[in-house]
């Protein structure tokens, strides 16, 4: 599976980004998508996963009520549709993707991920 992120850019305080992530492959459905984030001198952390039908989705604390997760299996691409967004959403984003079966412990964790994107950097201004 190769994974192409997109979308990232510059934006204010408050405003939106959608970002996009097209595999490809003829099994998408099979996987678990996630998205990840990495900011500066940090480690990289979960920010959101669907389920391979798109019917569960996960979040992380810091974004929950402010981002969604979808997927579009006929399209073979996952999205990450940000709100309201912080200065502390800055960072670059990766999509991955996670062969199922997979434990929501597993899809909450980069470790629990087979394939990964090149990453899209998310720029968010005060």
């Known amino acids: 599976v190769q994974l192409q992120a997109s979308g990232g850019g510059l934006v204010q305080a408050g405003g939106s980004l959608r970002l996009s992530c097209a595999a490809s492959?003829?099994?998408?459905?099979?996987?678990?998508m996630g998205w990840f984030r990495q900011a500066p001198g940090k480690e990289r952390e979960f920010v959101a996963a669907?389920?391979?039908?798109?019917?569960?989705?996960y979040y992380a604390d810091s974004v929950k009520g402010r981002f969604t997760i979808s997927r579009d299996n006929a399209k073979k691409t996952v999205y990450l549709q940000m709100n309201s967004l912080k200065p502390e959403d800055t960072a670059t984003y990766y999509c991955?993707?996670?062969?199922?079966?997979?434990?929501?412990?597993?899809?909450?964790?980069?470790?629990?991920?087979?394939?990964w994107g090149q990453g899209t950097l998310v720029t968010v201004s005060s």
């Open positions: 991955a993707a996670a062969l199922l079966p997979r434990t929501i412990a597993t899809m909450t964790s980069a470790l629990g991920y087979d394939y």
């Open positions: 492959g003829r099994t998408f459905s099979m996987y678990a």
């Open positions: 669907v389920s391979g039908s798109g019917g569960s989705t």
